[in-house]
């Protein structure tokens, strides 16, 4: 079956420590990228890469790392610079084609910072 | 400031009623629209789309209406079903493709009531 996954489902962590959020696509998709929703808030984003071993910030970017290592998996680490990290963290994927760009999401990761 | 407005929060329709979802947009240079449905706890996942070189689409219970001219698009459900309870957002795409990312509105609570 092809989609993407995010691991683990529900995260709990002490203030002060990062943690690193995964995320692996098996659709073949050039471009993935990470939102996170906070209560009443549309998805807002964070980091996106367009292809291998390339990343771009999005617009809420601070407090947040990425690599891309490989096509199929995008990890993002929330560092303790992070002012507010408690969150849903959604993670997603698309064909890099100028139309009809859908992007899929995988079910999301809720971080808790205690 | 928002791009992609969602102004009703929230919106209760009896089943077998039309619901009409509403977003609005100000940057001109959004020139691709999707709708995506939302269950709590899970991600986001597609359900139509628009171009700006079109006004109407349409698949099954679902036409999503655009006017460019008044920055508006809306996505009609009929007849709307328990099932399409959900959080419904709107999305965006810059003209020349959408790889660095959508703009998301803030989201619309569908209620269908039996």
């Known amino acids: 079956d092809g989609g993407i996954t995010q691991s683990p489902k529900y995260l709990f962590r002490k203030e002060g420590q990062n943690v690193t959020l995964s995320c692996e696509q098996n659709?073949?998709?050039?471009?993935m990228y990470w939102y996170r929703q906070d209560p009443g808030q549309g998805l807002r984003l964070i980091y996106y890469?367009?292809?291998?071993?390339?990343?771009q910030k999005g617009d809420i970017a601070e407090g947040y790392s990425v690599s891309r290592e490989k096509k199929e998996s995008f990890p993002l680490t929330v560092t303790s610079a992070q002012k507010n990290p408690t969150a849903f963290y959604l993670c997603?994927?698309?064909?890099?084609?100028?139309?009809?760009?859908?992007?899929?999401f995988g079910p999301g990761t809720r971080l808790t910072v205690l | 400031d928002q791009q992609v407005k969602q102004n009703s929060p929230s919106l209760s329709v009896q089943e077998g009623r039309i619901s009409i979802l509403n977003c609005d947009y100000t940057?001109?240079?959004?020139?691709?629209f999707l709708w995506y449905k939302k269950y709590p706890a899970e991600g986001p996942t597609f359900l139509i789309s628009?171009?700006?070189?079109?006004d109407k689409n349409e698949d099954g219970r679902f036409t999503v209406f655009l006017n460019k001219s008044a920055k508006h698009l809306s996505l009609h459900i009929v007849p709307s079903q328990p099932g399409d309870s959900a959080v419904y957002f709107c999305?965006?795409?810059?003209?020349?493709?959408?790889?660095?990312?959508?703009?998301f509105g803030k989201g619309t609570h569908l209620i269908i009531q039996p």
């Open positions: 997603a994927s698309s064909m890099d084609s100028a139309y009809d760009n859908e992007q899929f």
């Open positions: 659709l073949n998709h050039d471009a």
């Open positions: 890469s367009q292809i291998v071993n390339d990343f």
């Open positions: 940057n001109s240079m959004f020139d691709y």
């Open positions: 628009i171009s700006s070189i079109k």
């Open positions: 999305a965006a795409i810059l003209s020349g493709g959408g790889a660095d990312g959508l703009t």
